[in-house]
């Protein structure tokens, strides 16, 4: 049963937990949104808190100026005089150019600000998504395989790349959004109370339902959004199998396309049905509440044209009033909005935070130099190890010694801990029991990038990067990463020279099919590259290649190794390989069994033992006789 098939049976997402409400705090959130977007921008933060300032008390001066002029124009049509300074009657068509010029000015300052505002507000967006993205990414960098193997952290990994770098500008736009509207409703509120306080009231009270269904709806969003992550995240692996190139061959050969497109689709219907049922209850709820205030709005306009009529204000008055109670009411829509929109940005920015806050413990360890004990190598003594969350033992009393300069070969069925194996060598995870120490020295007491440098490491599933030969080199030392010089160098010993030397760009062509120009490679090809890439550390003490050659022809393999032992003869050497023609080259060899050494010993030792190496080692050597 696929995820999104899982999800279906169980049914929408109930009421939230009480784990949610209390992670979640919403001002230690806004505090450190707001943060965020002051240091990625002062300049253009000030900008945007004096365009909302302003933005906030032009409306209603305009409204105010505009009642001026109706009344100039009524009474200047009307022949009668009006009140000039020191009390001196006039017409008002002097009054009324003036008045004018100043309404004229008061809007034209507006839209500069509003255009203002949007650049500023572009600028900004731009500069947050990428530094949010960039806090994401080094993240990253900090975890761990262990985090990258847990699907819940993964989830959490896809939520805040989804939303997080849009909702820290979107939550400091809202607020000045929110203060922007409730500068313009407190002037639009005392404009109002000069006709009746009660018309006040009845501006706010409109309004509030509305609100209480919006922050309603927007928990359910998230809670939605934060439900759904592992099928969005199937959703996007079925369009990498789908689009990419390294998978459209095993899925046009054995015609998976349709099955996996209409799993996509499936997919699609329960999130779009979820969506839907949501958008429907959130549009009907909205549109309720929006008659109500219409009716406040209309009872309002009815209550101020009759005063108009009454003679209690003036027609300038009545059409302020007016402009005042429909601005006033939008005023505090978008107030209310924007403090719902907070809400919810909130809720979003908690993926984000909580990605941030993930802890991360420290490898231990500050030892860079030498061991106690140079020359020793690597000893493993009675190492056992349990991935997270599995209730067997992956390595069971794992032991065994190589000295500097010579070489082991591993051996074993898959699944039987090779692979797990060289993953604590490289200091991934730790033992659950026993240690491994190099010249003497426990591998949890050197610091953790001094001892990764002293080590190279081939996996059975090495990267190609979808970029320069050079580059797919020089992946192997950070340090050496654009050193032309080591590329040739590595190259040579790797036994990718030859046909990298025959390309027309040579090391600068682009490799893979992902960008312009690019260069596709034969799997015997790729892994001379990566085989490459491991001697670019010139200065390692452990060379580990897992299953290096897989791809090659026996031939070629055998050239691979009698090179690759000349070449590290100083060196300790690891060889996982299930080709018996190069796992006897070493000096010694072991047999892993579900976690277990089951053998070890010399080639000539083990066929002599006549146990599962020799068996295996007949197996093999019949195909060839």
Request: charge should be neutral.
């Amino acid at each position: 049963m696929s995820v999104a098939s899982a999800r279906e049976a169980q049914g929408p997402p109930g009421p939230p937990g009480r784990s949610l409400k209390d992670r979640l705090d919403l001002w230690t959130t806004s505090r450190r949104a707001l943060s965020l977007v002051w240091t990625t921008s002062r300049g253009l933060t000030l900008g945007l808190v004096i365009a909302t300032l302003v933005a906030g008390l032009l409306p209603a001066a305009i409204a105010w100026v505009g009642k001026i002029l109706v009344d100039v124009i009524v009474h200047a049509s009307g022949g009668q005089a009006l009140p000039g300074p020191g009390g001196i009657p006039h017409d008002g068509t002097d009054a009324l150019v003036p008045w004018l010029l100043v309404e004229l000015g008061l809007v034209i300052l507006l839209a500069v600000n509003l255009r203002l505002s949007g650049i500023w507000r572009s600028l900004l967006r731009a500069q947050l998504g990428h530094r949010v993205n960039v806090m994401i990414l080094d993240k990253a960098l900090e975890l761990e395989l262990v985090h990258f193997e847990d699907s819940e952290l993964y989830d959490r990994i896809t939520r805040a790349r989804r939303e997080a770098s849009q909702r820290p500008l979107s939550l400091v736009l809202r607020t000045f959004d929110g203060i922007q509207a409730g500068l313009s409703l407190l002037t639009y509120a005392l404009l109002l109370a000069a006709f009746s306080p009660l018309a006040v009231l009845v501006l706010v009270v409109a309004g509030v339902p509305a609100f209480l269904a919006e922050a309603k709806f927007a928990g359910d969003a998230f809670r939605l959004f934060k439900w759904r992550t592992p099928e969005v995240r199937e959703q996007t692996y079925l369009e990498t199998v789908l689009a990419r190139e390294d998978h459209v061959k095993e899925v046009k050969l054995f015609g998976l396309g349709r099955r996996f497109l209409d799993r996509y689709i499936s997919i699609f219907h329960v999130l779009y049905g979820e969506d839907r049922r949501l958008t429907w209850r959130r549009g009907l709820w909205a549109l309720g509440l929006g008659l109500i205030a219409s009716l406040a709005f209309y009872g309002a306009y009815a209550w101020i044209a009759l005063a108009t009529v009454g003679g209690a204000i003036t027609l300038g008055a009545m059409t302020m009033y007016l402009a005042v109670f429909r601005q006033g009411q939008g005023a505090l829509s978008s107030l209310l909005s924007s403090v719902s929109g907070l809400y919810e940005d909130n809720l979003y920015l908690s993926s984000l935070y909580e990605l941030l806050d993930e802890p991360v413990a420290k490898a231990g360890g500050t030892e860079t130099g030498e061991g106690p004990m140079p020359g020793d190598g690597l000893r493993v003594e009675h190492v056992s190890f349990r991935y997270p969350g599995a209730s067997e033992l992956a390595l069971e009393d794992v032991s065994f010694h190589i000295p500097a300069g010579r070489k082991l070969a591993i051996v074993g069925e898959n699944g039987s801990g090779k692979t797990t194996l060289v993953k604590l060598l490289a200091r991934f995870y730790e033992p659950l029991s026993g240690k491994i120490t190099f010249d003497g020295r426990d591998l949890r007491e050197w610091e953790p990038t001094a001892f990764r440098r002293r080590i190279g490491v081939i996996f059975q599933d090495f990267v190609r990067y979808q970029m320069r030969v050079g580059d797919n080199i020089g992946a192997g030392d950070a340090d050496g990463f654009e050193d032309e010089g080591r590329w040739r160098e590595a190259a040579d010993k790797g036994l990718s020279a030859p046909f990298i030397e025959a390309m027309p760009a040579g090391y600068a062509t682009q490799l893979g099919r992902w960008f312009r120009d690019g260069r596709e490679l034969s799997l015997g090809q790729w892994q001379k590259i990566a085989l490459s890439r491991a001697f670019m550390r010139r200065d390692a003490d452990i060379l580990v290649l897992d299953e290096p050659t897989a791809s090659m022809d026996a031939e070629a393999e055998v050239k691979v190794f009698e090179r690759f032992r000349a070449l590290t003869e100083d060196q300790i050497a690891i060889v996982i390989s299930h080709r018996f023609s190069t796992v006897r080259m070493a000096d010694y060899i072991l047999v892993l069994d579900h976690g277990w050494v089951i053998e070890s010993g010399t080639h000539e030792e083990l066929v002599a033992l006549r146990g599962r190496y020799a068996t295996l080692f007949e197996l093999q050597a019949a195909v060839y006789r």
